[in-house]
């Protein structure tokens, strides 16, 4: 069975790149010649021209070489939550239109947010604080809380969890199933903070037991 299926979705152009530089980083490590290079990813200039059906297998294949040639448990230690759309077909798309990618917007095609002052989003965390449990539920509220927002954005939400608990996605590191449930939560928060959102959700398991 491999350690990460290779259904796991098309990540952001940024979160991409920076997986297949560790990968490659561990290839060189290896030193062993009869195991290939990890394959590069589809996007900037590499996607000019490729559908949402190649850059999918693109990404397949890269997972695929992990489990295949021993480097899949460092792939599932850094593979980010999935994107709340497709990003393959946000890809095709961009490139489509000869308007380039821009992997620190992630799955941005339009233009990007601005920056929020700082009280709105100190206002957006005490809602949080405030109302965690009514937003994301009881079972996930007793197993974690929000702690800060971070970004050049304030678009990443670092959340304190119980590292005894697991979520319904399965892992805090990574999604090992049932991926709707992690978009439903990410979903749940950014309703509750409107018109702020974020796009990235960090958790953290250091100093639960202090929260």
Do not use: C
């Not at 965390?125 to 971070?150: D, Y």
């Not at 974020?198 to 639960?208: E, L, P, Q």
């Amino acid at each position: 069975m491999d350690i990460v299926p290779e259904n796991t979705p098309v990540p952001r152009p940024g979160d991409w790149t920076m997986l297949h530089g560790l990968l490659t980083e561990a290839w060189v490590a290896r030193q062993d010649g009869r195991i290939p290079k990890p394959p590069v990813p589809l996007i900037l200039a590499g996607a000019a021209f490729s559908t949402a059906s190649a850059i999918r297998e693109r990404w397949r294949e890269l997972v695929h070489w992990a489990n295949a040639h021993g480097f899949a448990e460092l792939l599932a230690a850094h593979l980010p939550l999935p994107p709340d759309v497709d990003i393959a077909e946000q890809i095709a798309g961009v490139s489509a239109d000869g308007r380039g990618w821009w992997p620190e917007y992630g799955e941005q095609v339009h233009a990007p947010a601005a920056k929020p002052d700082m009280e709105a989003v100190d206002t957006a965390l005490s809602i949080l604080e405030a109302q965690w449990p009514s937003i994301v539920g009881s079972e996930l509220s007793r197993n974690t809380h929000p702690i800060r927002f971070t970004g050049r954005k304030s678009r990443r939400l670092v959340v304190r969890a119980n590292p005894d608990a697991k979520p319904p996605w399965g892992s805090w590191n990574f999604i090992s199933k049932e991926p709707r449930s992690f978009t439903l939560f990410r979903k749940a928060i950014n309703e509750a903070i409107a018109p702020l959102g974020v796009d990235d959700i960090a958790f953290v398991t250091d100093g639960w037991g202090s929260k």
